[in-house]
């Protein structure tokens, strides 16, 4: 059974900087598609990056483009987002996503990650 577990939340004000990371356990973590799914209460949850299982190819949702930065370390078995000048709207809960690489490539959709973290809250002040 794999499980994965997010780290790195917390409040920062507009304009500044959090690091996300992320594990997972059970299966060799260099096998998984690894990405983050970001979610505001009362609305669905939204795509904001990904990586494939070898960790050079990555993709952005077009809001966090050129802010977010996703790096996969398969030696330590580290997910990372770095999230640079962070706006109010980046306030959400960030969950950490996994599938295995056979399941398929990067895509936007929630529903094509099979395992998911519990979350980790950002928070950014105006």
């Known amino acids: 059974q794999v499980q994965v577990v997010e780290s790195g939340g917390g409040t920062v004000q507009a304009g500044g900087s959090l690091k996300l990371s992320c594990t997972h356990s059970?299966?060799?973590?260099?096998?998984?598609?690894m990405g983050w799914f970001r979610q505001v209460p009362g609305q669905d949850r939204e795509y904001v990056s990904c990586t494939s299982f070898r960790g050079d190819s990555k993709y952005y949702a077009r809001s966090v483009r050129q802010r977010f930065t996703i790096s996969k370390d398969n030696v330590n078995n580290r997910l990372y987002l770095q999230m640079n000048n962070l706006k109010p709207e980046d306030t959400a809960r960030y969950f950490c996503?996994?599938?295995?690489?056979?399941?398929?490539?990067?895509?936007?959709?929630?529903?094509?990650?099979?395992?998911w973290g519990q979350g980790t809250q950002v928070t950014v002040s105006a």
């Open positions: 996503v996994a599938k295995y690489y056979s399941d398929g490539i990067c895509t936007e959709r929630a529903s094509d990650f099979t395992y």
């Open positions: 059970g299966s060799p973590f260099d096998d998984y598609v």
